[in-house]
């Protein structure tokens, strides 16, 4: 049997740490990306790993187009690595049409992902297998808050409706209730308790068999000033004795969901050592280039389980440790820019860096690409900085 790898996703680092995850491994996939942008402009589809080109306009077409380019009706299964949310949901959904010719991630039951990626469900979950959850409602659409914990932080209910885009801290009830009124986009928004944090961490995995086995190699460790987000400079360590009780009930969350394939979950421990959980990506994780960097190259694991139980095990046993500091190169500037870190903490973690969002030595195409299409938002960006000065 002869078993290809499709990676499907945006025009984001996240598909191109996975492209040259398995590209380091010896494996070339095909490469859909899922954009109206032009062809010409993916900085992922330039890199030198990319067996073949996909390219649809809308999530619509995605279904089609593999159906078109990969149901030949041989003997042979496709193995599937999606990056974002929306893509995962959506091959999930039609599970029972694409099993016959593609091997992806889930739970095996149609639809199902789609339950687990709703934040509710997640807490619920969460809470069963005995994980801190801060202090969430959720508001519906034209409601106002009164009385709630503050400060707080606002979020979409479900990773597939509106991502980072409804973040907000909100200091009391009237600056909530400002934010909630001028939301119109979406039915509900989760209000959750902002913890003061100590840190923010992730463990960057794959799970086997439904949680027969999960690998979970280290926890990436992320120290953000404004709380928003986890896509910032961070460092990939090994985790000590004070993670044991959290690994395991991340272990017990993943097998209550009998999720099978790559995955990011994502915690804060507050200034007292109490661990929260905050939410699990069914997904590969953006910053996972971290895990491949430091001995663990867990697309390459996910293949091989899929392909050959022995060579799984082997490289499983051949993978080694070592910490990885880690900076998405072009975001990071843009926080420098805007004031978030100085100048002199973003060109210290730059140079401490070990591995980059899109720049790779030996395949340094998709980063010239990027910059490329980034250089007018970054000119502008370093010239408001200059001028602030």
């Known amino acids: 049997m002869n078993n290809n790898v499709i990676v499907i996703g945006s025009d984001h680092h996240n598909t191109l740490g996975v492209v040259e995850s398995l590209g380091m491994a010896g494996i070339s996939p095909y490469v859909i990306i899922v954009s109206k942008n032009m062809v010409s402009r993916s900085f992922v589809l330039k890199s030198k790993y990319c067996k073949d080109r996909g390219f649809s306009t809308t999530y619509d077409d995605l279904i089609s187009l593999l159906h078109k380019n990969f149901d030949h009706g041989e003997n042979e299964k496709h193995i599937v690595i999606t990056t974002n949310d929306q893509t995962a949901s959506l091959l999930d959904n039609h599970l029972d049409e694409l099993s016959s010719f593609l091997l992806l991630s889930g739970t095996g039951k149609q639809g199902e992902l789609e339950h687990w990626m709703d934040k509710l469900n997640m807490i619920e979950l969460a809470k069963a297998v005995g994980m801190n959850i801060p202090e969430t409602i959720t508001v519906k659409r034209g409601e106002t808050v009164d009385d709630f914990v503050f400060p707080c932080i606002t979020k979409s209910v479900s990773t597939l409706k509106g991502a980072k885009s409804n973040l907000r801290i909100c200091r009391d009830a009237n600056e909530l209730n400002a934010f909630l009124s001028r939301q119109t986009q979406y039915d509900e928004i989760q209000v959750q308790q902002f913890i ?41 360590v090994k985790n000590d004795d004070s993670f044991n009780e959290v690994l395991d009930k991340a272990k017990a969350f993943i097998r209550q969901t009998r999720y099978s394939g790559l995955f990011s979950m994502e915690f804060l421990r507050d200034k007292g050592g109490t661990d929260y959980f905050l939410e699990m990506n069914f997904r590969n994780d953006g910053g996972a280039i971290c895990v491949t960097a430091s001995g663990t190259n867990l697309p390459y694991l996910w293949y091989l389980s899929q392909t050959d139980n022995t060579a799984f095990q082997a490289q499983l046993d051949a993978s080694t440790f070592t910490p990885v500091v880690y900076t998405p190169i072009f975001h990071y500037f843009y926080c420098m820019t805007s004031g978030e870190v100085s100048f002199k903490e973003w060109f210290r973690n730059n140079r401490r860096s070990n591995q980059f969002s899109t720049y790779f030595s030996d395949d340094t195409a998709p980063f010239w690409q990027h910059l490329k299409n980034e250089r007018r938002y970054l000119l502008r960006a370093l010239a408001h900085y200059l001028f602030r000065l």
């Open 196 to 236: 003061d944090k100590d840190f923010e961490y992730q463990f960057i995995g794959c799970s086997i068999d439904g949680g027969r086995e999960i690998i979970i190699p280290g926890r990436a460790h992320i120290v953000r000033p404004n709380g928003y987000d986890n896509n910032f400079h961070k460092e990939f």
